[in-house]
Every structure is written in C-alpha cells, then in structure tokens.
C-alpha cells in the first residue's frame, strides 16, 4: 500500500501572498504582529528616518513554496532612496529589533490569523480525496 | 521573549505535515481494517463495504472521529507556535508574569490616567484590572478607544 504524502505548494503559493498583505497592513498602521506599535527613529530635528515611497511595498517582502514548506522573508534588494541604500533585510532588522520590546513582523503570524484554519481546511481537502484513492484502489 | 526566525516558522510547518502524514497513514491502516472486517463478518461486497468507510471518514464518524481529532490537536499546537498571541493570553498562560504599562506614541498628550498608570510599578494583568482602568486600549482609560499604551512583559 502506497504511503500518503500531502503537497501543499498551491495551497502556500496562496497564502505567501496573503501573509505578505497581512504584514504590509501591519507595517501601514505602524503595528507588530502582537498589535503592539512598531517604534519611531527620527533625527533630532524631528523628520522621519525613512520617507515612504511605496519601495517597500513593492519590493520588500518575498516568499517560498514548495511541497511542505513555506518561507517569508524581506527581500536582498537595496532600498531605492538617497544615501547608503540599505537591503530591506536591514531595513526590518532595524524595524524589528530599533527600540526595546517590539514584536516586529516576519517572526509571528499576526494575532487573528486565519492560517491555520485554511491550512487544516487545505490538510482535510487532501487527506480525504488520497485516503479514498488508496481505499478504491485497495478493491 | 525568544526569536522566532524565518528558519524556526518553516520548520513548524514542515513538522505539523510530516504528523499530519502519520495520522493519514494511520487512518489508512484502520480503514482497511475495518472494510475488511465488514467484509468478512458482515458479508458486504467490497464495494459496499469501502462506501461504508468512505461514509464514516467523510462524517468522521466511528473509527475517524480518533483521527479528525488528532488533526484538530496537530493545527492547534502549530497555531499555538505560529500566530502571536495578545497581551491577555499571555497573562492566562503565566498567571505570575508581570507587566509595565508603556505609554504608546501619540500626536497629543497622553490622557492623564495613562500617565499615571504608566508611573506605577509592573503587576500581574489581574492586579492591573482590579485598579479599574482595564488593560490599554481597553478603552476605560480617559483616553478611550484612542489608547496607544501596551502591556510590556517585564523579563526576570
């Protein structure tokens, strides 16, 4: 009798995108993945350190799907504003770690996140439809 | 708090589906048995008899109520390590954790309940909530549902 495997790439090549969109509100309303606020560095005169210009948005987040595994990350890319042009891997090691206690985003999934609902939904969907393969092949 | 690294979050994952496969397997082993025992001890054709195993794992009835419940705990402790957690959960899973009261950014002056309440030193949530102005953002506080202040762990 044939082992059952299970292949979740469709499944996660959906929910890659739909966790980065969870992670761009967070980073919108300036929030961790606890709901906590992310922290301000400004400079002394009181300007913002980083200026929004969409950059990050676009190009900031990625992520990786195969059978089994699932892996969002901030991109290598180099921010594209003035100055020393830091990788936005920098840019969230800053944004995640700037200030004292802050939840950041990458490291969790957000507090409500329906994920593992749709995972299990996903996880049933396919245990189910090989269990009845292997059981009508069975006869 | 410890780090959750992008490392750590793919191999829950990879975790949960090698348990979800063993649960699978397992329920695949059952089912054979039990078709074959409704073949052999009830005299149902093999095909009635798989119609019958398709039924219960489809209604997770009987023999598949075990497994449907395995794969609720499987998602659950995956959940549990994925998705982070409110302030209030923390506190029920460490009833002797403490908490400060930091103040949140905001464009105005804090409302003075807060700023008082944020001079206090780090209590349990319960002791904070027995002092009447609930937890920040709780929206008791003068400040309201505008409350930016959070609940800080206080590490040992």
């Known amino acids: 009798m044939a082992q059952i495997k299970l292949d979740f790439r469709t499944f996660f090549n959906r929910e890659g995108r739909k966790i980065i969109t969870e992670y761009k509100k967070l980073i919108t309303k300036g929030r961790g993945t606890e709901q906590d606020d992310a922290p301000e560095k400004k400079y002394p005169n009181g300007k913002p350190w980083l200026v929004d210009t969409g950059a990050l948005r676009k190009d900031g987040f990625r992520f990786a799907a195969s059978a ?11 921010h594209p504003g003035k100055g020393k042009r830091p990788t936005f891997r920098q840019l969230f090691r800053w944004h995640n770690t700037a200030s004292g206690r802050y939840s950041g ?3 969790k999934l957000p507090v409500g996140s329906a994920f593992p609902d749709r995972f299990q ?7 189910i439809k090989k269990v009845g393969i292997e ?3 069975d006869i | 708090m410890p780090t959750i690294t992008g490392s750590k979050v793919k191999t829950l994952i990879e975790v949960a589906i090698l348990e979800l496969e063993a649960e699978a397997n397992a329920l695949m082993d059952k089912a054979l048995l039990e078709r074959a025992k409704l073949i052999a001890l009830e005299d149902y054709s093999p095909k009635q008899a798989t119609e019958i195993i398709e039924t219960a794992i489809l209604s997770s009835e009987g023999f598949a109520n075990t497994w449907n419940n395995n794969i609720d705990r499987v998602v659950r402790e995956m959940g549990k390590q994925l ?3 409110p302030v209030r959960t923390l506190a029920m899973e460490d009833k002797a954790q403490k908490f400060d009261w930091v103040l949140g950014s905001v464009k105005s002056k804090h409302c ?14 319960p002791e904070w909530e027995s002092l009447g102005y609930g937890l920040p953002r709780d929206g008791l506080t003068k400040c309201n549902v505008g409350c930016r202040c959070m609940l800080s762990p206080l590490n040992p």
């Open chain 1, 68 to 78: 089994n595994r699932l892996i969002i990350f901030p991109s290598g890319v180099r």
């Open chain 1, 105 to 107: 985003v990458f490291h």
């Open chain 1, 121 to 127: 939904e996903e996880a049933n969907k396919q245990l």
């Open chain 1, 135 to 137: 059981l009508t092949r």
């Open chain 2, 83 to 85: 998705v982070a957690k």
């Open chain 2, 112 to 125: 003075p309940d807060c700023l008082r309440l944020s001079g206090m030193e780090a209590r349990t949530v």
